[in-house]
């Protein structure tokens, strides 16, 4: 293959990640600390972002927000936005998006989801580990919710 030929096919580079806010919260702690009978209710909410900042590079962001516990006892809560910034190449542009929405973020959340564990886990807990995330659902789900074009 000719650097030519290499240089036409597409590619997907991560050129960096970085935790860009980060918040985790024990606001009923030490009472929140006592064993329980029940595991507590916990809810996660997922959004990605994605903005370009370059020719080719755009920057991916992986939110993450959490809450164990009820209303009323909240055990611990957390929010996350990871970042990575990825240079797409050689992609074409009926695809880009899809990459971008859907690679980007699978490539980023075992990171994000390490810190979200270990954080728990500094907290008091058992650490908490997120079920890995379908992101062409998402992205799929997404979608639909778009107005179509030409609509306001």
């Not at 030490?30 to 329980?36: E, H, I, M, N, Q």
């Not at 020719?55 to 970042?83: I, Q």
Request: glycine letters at 6%; charged letters at 20%.
């Amino acid at each position: 293959m000719t650097d030519d030929a290499a240089q036409a096919l597409p590619s997907l580079s991560a050129l960096g990640q970085y935790v860009k806010d980060f918040s985790f919260e024990n606001p009923n702690a030490p009472a929140s600390l006592v064993p329980r009978q029940n595991g507590p209710n916990i809810a996660i909410s997922v959004n990605v972002n994605a903005k370009q900042t370059g020719e080719s590079e755009y920057e991916v962001e992986l939110l993450l927000e959490g809450k164990a516990g009820e209303e009323n006892d909240t055990m611990f809560r957390f929010e996350l936005n990871y970042a990575g910034v990825f240079r797409a190449q050689n992609i074409p542009a009926e695809n880009l998006q899809a990459v971008i929405m859907i690679e980007c973020p699978r490539l980023l959340f075992p990171f994000a989801r390490q810190i979200v564990a270990d954080a728990v886990r500094s907290g008091g807990f058992p650490p908490l580990l997120i079920d890995p995330i379908d992101f062409a659902g998402l992205y799929r789900q997404r979608l639909a919710d778009m107005p179509p074009a030409g609509t306001a």
